[in-house]
Structure formats: C-alpha cells, structure tokens
C-alpha cells in the first residue's frame, strides 16, 4: 500500500508540476486546438453537425464532468470496499 | 533503490517537456462535425464489429463468470474517472488520459470495446466532447484500439517475464498514446496536408501531441498500477481466474 501511495502523490505532481512553470495560458481543452489546426489546413470546412446538447457555460460543464468523476470514484470506491471487506472476513475466520 | 532512480528519470523527463517548446496541443476526441461525412460512415462501419464482437465477449463472461461482474464495473468506472480529469499539460492546454488501459489487461480488448463507447457516448450526449456522427471515428480509437494495443503490450511483457507492475504500466501508457496516434492519423487522412499529403499532416498533428501526451500517458499508467497493486493485494482470487482465461 506504502508503493501505491507513492504512485499516488507522483501521479498527482506530474499533473500538477505544469502549473508552476506556465502561468500565461487558460488551460483551455484540446478539442478546441484541434479545430483551429483543422481550420488552418483545411479553411474552407464547414462543420456539418452541432451538438445536441452544449452545456451552458464553463460553470455548468465543470459540474457534469465533476458528476462524471464522482460517479465513477463512488463506484470504484464500493468495489474496492467490498473486496477489502471480503478479504478481512476470510482473514478473521481462520 | 531502484524506485528512486525510476522517480528521478520520470522527473527528468517531466522538466524536459516543461521546458521545451510549446506548441499547440492536440485532440482527445474528434468534435462533432469536424469529419467529412463519408469518413463518419467509413469509420462507423469499421467500429461496428468491433462492438458487436464487444457484446458478445461481455455477455459470454458475465454468463460464464458472474463473479467478475464486480470487476467490469470496476474497468468501467475506471474509464468513466480517467476521462473527466482534464490534466493541465505543459504546452498550456489540457487533456484527458483514457483509463481503457486496466480493463483491456483484465478482460482483454473486447469488453472495453462497450465500456470505453459508453463512456464516449456519455460525453458526447451530456457534454458536447466529441459527437454523435464522429463517435464511430472516436470510439475506435479510444475504444477499439486503445485496448487492442495495451492488451498486446501486456502479452508481451507476460512472455518476456517483465516484472507485472511495469507490464501493467507500459499497456497503459502504450494504451493511451495509441489513442492519440489513431486519432492523429484519422484527422490527417481526412485533413491531408494542401503540399504533403496525409503523411505530412499526420507528422504534424503527431509530432505535435507526443510532447503533450507523454506526461499525461504516465500518470495513467501510475494510476492504472495503483488499482491493479490493490486489486492483487484484496482480490486475487478474481486476477488468478482472469489469469486462467476468462
């Protein structure tokens, strides 16, 4: 467990460490870079399709991609607390 | 020791990418209508196989072995995580790694074939990432070929006996980039280059998302070991039948 906590905090500062160094940039998400780059080799594409649903605002979008990971942290965490629980069952009944 | 010497490389490389030249950042998923019509069929004709061969697998294992049903949700929701954490990336945009990497090791490719499409369906109905019309283009790439190659990566660091923990972090590494190289390549034949072609422009596109997508490749694999270093600590009689064959 001492190894994965390890990993942990290293997974965690790699993701962070480009804070430090870059302060200029939003962060903003590849997807957009993509278009542009699209744009530029090919000017005169036209989008064919729209999304269905575009949520509004950065605030809203945030909130669903937080419930994207929460749901999915809840049931990872379940899982991991069942198979913890069975494990110190059968640990206590020998 | 040895850790520590891992550390110290993985760092170097970290402030390798930070200091060298930005460029702009490519993408996870193809946004909705930014593929030509016909590479929308053509890419949702090759994807469909794929999940119906997808299905089978996952109801063939959770017939035969409902036990593992745990474990599938555990993949899924592993995928589900991975792909909402936009990671700041060191040429100042941001990215999200793919999480497709475990289930490939534990079930094979072909049960992530379904959960990565969900997950992409997910986004692309609820948060406007990606699309509909370019979920064939997407799900193939994060869903189809991530697994495919991060399984492959895993069979051969079984047959070369690398120790399983790197193993486990090089199918997810490996898993992750594929992802980004098929959706370069994709975006390229679609978007050839006005003087080089397609080649010149997949050059481009995947020269310009190795730099960003490397750091983002090892914190999955970090991730991906974490869980798999739990899973064989509390669930080891589930990896010794995965183990086995499913």
Redesign the interface.
Known sequence: ?K??L???V??VL??????L??H??N?????D??????QV??PH?K?????????PGGEV?TL???V??A???G??GY??G???G??NRREESK | MKKWRAALFLFGLVVYFTFSESSSAFAMHIMEGFLPVRWVIFWWLVFLPFFIIGMRSLIRITREHPELKLLIALSGAFTFVLSALKIPSVTGSSSHPTGVGLGAVLFGPWAMVVMGSIVLLFQALLLAHGGLTTLGANAMSMAVVGPIVGYGIYCLGKKWNIPRRWTIFFAAFFSDLATYVVTSLQLALAFPDATGGVFASFVKFAGIFAVTQIPLAITEGLLTVVVWNFLSTYSSRELSQLERGV
Request: zero cysteines.
């Open positions: 467990m190894r994965s390890f990993l942990l290293f997974a790699l993701a962070a460490t480009p804070l160094f870059i200029h940039s962060f903003g998400g590849t997807d870079r993509a278009k542009k780059t699209i080799i090919a594409y989008p064919w399709a729209q999304s269905i649903f575009e949520p979008q669903l991609f937080s994207q990971a749901v999915g942290a049931i990872i899982i991991i069942v198979y913890k069975r494990e």
